[in-house]
């Protein structure tokens, strides 16, 4: 099965979903810390007149990131992935 043309197209697949969307992760939070590491007073900064600051609202921001990479990567499973593991399944049975 490991041989199978549907079963490399559904390794390399994942692997291309996986990989750009773990990469946007992982530049988004280690840029979020890398500010707070390196320049926490512009995490204090209020934006306006408001009692907001950037680091609640960037914080937030990046936690609606994470919510939409998840969304993300659910749709393109469904979309890419699973008919992949169906003709697989077909094939095995």
């Known amino acids: 099965m490991r041989d199978?043309?549907?079963y490399q197209q559904l390794l390399i697949t994942r692997k291309k979903i996986i990989f750009f969307l773990l990469s946007i992760i992982i530049i988004a939070y280690f840029s979020f810390i890398s500010v707070i590491a390196f320049y926490p007073s512009f995490f204090g900064k209020?934006?306006?007149n408001s009692f907001f600051s950037m680091g609640i609202?960037?914080?937030f921001i990046l936690i609606l990131l994470i919510f939409a990479v998840t969304l993300i990567y659910v749709y393109q499973a469904n979309k890419k992935l699973e008919p992949l593991?169906?003709?697989i399944q077909l094939q095995l049975k």
């Open 46 to 48: 209020l934006i306006g």
């Open 85 to 87: 593991i169906k003709k």
């Open 57 to 59: 609202v960037l914080g």
């Open 4 to 6: 199978s043309k549907t």
